[in-house]
């Protein structure tokens, strides 16, 4: 493609001198022109197809095709840090659902266990720790546990035994209502913050008594 570059332009030379002879002599001047014309075109098409300026065309497209790519991964890590911040800004809605409806549940437990407990004794619950407290404020069942304390051997014969399998149930009872991991509590009326017996998940975690 160079030689015809080349080639081109010498004939162009060519035909311009021949144009500007057939002016002075007053010759027809289309073939000169043509020819003329022609060679130009040659230069055109062969200077267009020239190694050099495939090259500056491929670079050219290269880079374009570079900066494209880049805008595309800069839009898409854009988005993606966008959607990432969304998830971090707006908390899980099922999540917040499902922590109101264990609420709901815990609280329609705990007003279950007080109107059972109606005239034996308080019952809390700790949220936290997921604990419910049994309080005893009955006169003769304080008195018969505080016997006990005082005298754990009588345990056996007095049948607490009974009132842990009791306790048992219940909290087996609790675990189908809101899940593994809540424990009931028959606190010790010489001090309330000690508890007598503990049961979780159907199963006796502590007894004063044994």
Same mark, same amino acid.
């Given at each position: 493609?160079?030689f015809?570059f080349i080639?081109?332009i010498?004939a162009?030379?060519?035909?311009?001198?021949?144009?500007?002879?057939?002016?002075?002599?007053?010759?027809r001047?289309?073939?000169?022109i043509l020819?003329?014309?022609?060679?130009?075109?040659?230069?055109?098409?062969?200077g267009?197809?020239?190694p050099?300026?495939q090259k500056? !065309? @491929?670079s050219?497209? $290269?880079? %374009?095709? #570079?900066s494209?790519?880049?805008?595309?991964? *800069?839009?898409k890590? /854009?988005?993606?840090?966008?959607?990432?911040?969304?998830?971090?800004?707006?908390?899980?809605?099922?999540?917040?659902?499902?922590?109101?409806?264990?609420s709901?549940k815990?609280?329609n437990?705990? !007003? @279950?266990?007080?109107? $059972?407990? %109606?005239? #034996?004794?308080?019952?809390?619950?700790?949220? *936290?720790?997921?604990? /419910?407290y049994?309080?005893?404020?009955?006169?003769?069942?304080?008195?018969?546990?505080?016997?006990l304390?005082?005298?754990?051997?009588?345990?056996?014969?007095?049948?607490?035994?009974?009132?842990?399998?009791?306790?048992?149930?219940l909290?087996?009872?609790?675990?189908?209502?809101?899940?593994s991991?809540?424990?009931?509590?028959?606190?010790?009326?010489?001090d309330n913050s000690?508890?007598?017996?503990?049961?979780?998940?159907g199963t006796?975690?502590?007894?004063?008594?044994?």
């Amino acid at each position: 493609m160079l030689f015809l570059f080349i080639m081109a332009i010498i004939a162009l030379i060519l035909s311009i001198l021949r144009l500007s002879m057939v002016i002075q002599n007053s010759e027809r001047l289309f073939s000169p022109i043509l020819f003329t014309v022609v060679c130009l075109g040659l230069i055109i098409y062969s200077g267009f197809n020239l190694p050099f300026w495939q090259k500056s !065309k @491929s670079s050219t497209q $290269n880079t %374009t095709s #570079t900066s494209i790519q880049t805008k595309a991964n *800069s839009s898409k890590s /854009f988005s993606s840090t966008f959607s990432s911040a969304g998830k971090n800004a707006f908390p899980d809605e099922t999540t917040k659902q499902k922590k109101a409806a264990q609420s709901v549940k815990e609280n329609n437990i705990l !007003k @279950s266990l007080q109107k $059972n407990y %109606t005239g #034996t004794g308080t019952v809390s619950f700790n949220k *936290s720790d997921k604990a /419910f407290y049994v309080k005893p404020t009955n006169k003769q069942f304080v008195s018969s546990l505080k016997s006990l304390v005082k005298t754990p051997s009588n345990a056996k014969s007095a049948n607490f035994d009974q009132i842990a399998t009791n306790f048992k149930k219940l909290s087996l009872s609790i675990k189908k209502n809101l899940g593994s991991n809540y424990s009931v509590s028959l606190m010790n009326p010489n001090d309330n913050s000690k508890p007598l017996l503990t049961a979780k998940d159907g199963t006796i975690t502590y007894n004063y008594f044994k």
